[in-house]
C-alpha cells in the first residue's frame, strides 16, 4: 500500500541514549517533515525537508537531527534522549492531494 | 511557536447529535484543513478549504474558511459511532503545491459517544 511508513511503532529509551526514528514514503513527494504530539498541545513541527539534500527547523528543533539523502526516506534522530522528549512523533509527506501521515512512533524516555 | 485555538477541547455527545466545533488564529491562513485521529494512528485528512468564505461538504460533515482567514469551523451532523476521535484544525499559509507547506496544527478536540 502507498503511504508513509514510520519504524519502530513503540520504543523506551533511557536518558542519554540515541536512536533513529525511521521514515519512508513511496509517493515520490519532495516534502516531508516530522511532527511530535503531546496531550492537549496538538502536533508541532520539528524538522522538515523540500526536498533531497535540504532540511530546515520547524518550531521544535533542539534535541533533534534530520538528514534527507533519498527522497523516501527522512528519519529522525535524537542524538541525547531526555525525558522532555517522551512524545508521540508522525512522519508525513506532502503530495498533490495534501498530506499523508504515517501511523506515528510512541516514544518514551526514562 | 504558533498553535491554533481550538474549542471546545473535548465534547461528550449522544449518538445523533449534530456536533460544532470551530479553529481562530492570530494570522492569515491561505488554506484550512480539517483532520481526524483515531487512537494509535496518523491525522487523516476530512475536508480542505482554499477560499475565503468557501463552505465545503463531506458527506455528513461540513467546514468552512472564514471571511477573515482568521477562523474555521466544523460540523457533523447525525454523530454515528465511528465519528470517536480527536478532530484538529490546521492552518497553511501555502495553497495547494504552492508556497509554504508548513501546517499549523489546533490543539484537537476529543469527541466522545456517550451510550
Redesign the interface.
Known amino acids: 500500500n502507498a503511504g508513509?511508513t514510520q519504524t519502530p511503532k513503540f520504543q523506551v529509551l533511557k536518558t542519554g541514549q540515541s536512536m533513529t526514528l525511521q521514515c519512508a514514503q513511496d509517493m515520490n513527494h519532495e516534502?516531508m517533515?516530522w511532527?511530535r504530539q503531546d496531550p492537549?498541545?496538538?502536533?508541532?513541527?520539528i524538522h522538515?525537508s523540500?526536498g533531497a539534500g535540504i532540511t530546515d527547523q520547524?518550531?521544535?528543533p533542539n534535541g533533534y537531527n534530520v538528514s534527507r539523502s533519498t527522497t523516501e526516506d527522512f528519519p529522525l534522530r535524537l542524538l541525547s534522549a531526555a525525558p522532555s522528549q517522551t512524545s508521540v512523533y508522525?512522519c508525513?509527506s506532502?503530495g498533490?492531494y495534501?498530506?499523508t501521515?504515517?501511523?506515528?512512533t510512541r516514544l518514551t524516555v526514562v | 511557536?504558533?498553535?491554533?485555538n481550538?474549542s471546545p477541547?473535548s465534547m461528550f455527545i449522544q449518538e445523533g447529535e449534530d456536533v460544532s466545533m470551530n479553529c481562530t488564529s492570530s494570522s492569515i491562513f491561505n488554506t484550512w484543513?480539517w483532520y481526524k485521529q483515531d487512537p494509535?494512528?496518523?491525522?487523516?485528512?476530512l475536508i480542505?478549504l482554499y477560499k475565503a468564505g468557501e463552505l465545503t461538504s463531506n458527506g455528513r460533515l461540513t467546514a468552512q474558511f472564514g471571511i477573515t482567514r482568521k477562523d474555521s469551523f466544523l460540523n457533523i451532523s447525525a454523530s454515528i459511532p465511528s465519528d470517536v476521535g480527536i478532530y484538529?484544525c490546521a492552518g497553511q499559509l501555502g495553497i495547494s503545491?504552492f508556497g509554504n507547506?508548513?501546517?499549523t496544527?489546533?490543539?484537537?478536540t476529543r469527541l466522545t459517544i456517550i451510550p
Open positions: 508513509v516534502y517533515s511532527y492537549g498541545m496538538g502536533l508541532r513541527l522538515y523540500v520547524g518550531e521544535v508522525f508525513a506532502y498533490n495534501g498530506y501521515f504515517g501511523s506515528g | 511557536g504558533q498553535q491554533l481550538q477541547q484543513l494509535g494512528e496518523g491525522p487523516v485528512l480542505a484538529f503545491n507547506e508548513k501546517l496544527f489546533g490543539t484537537g
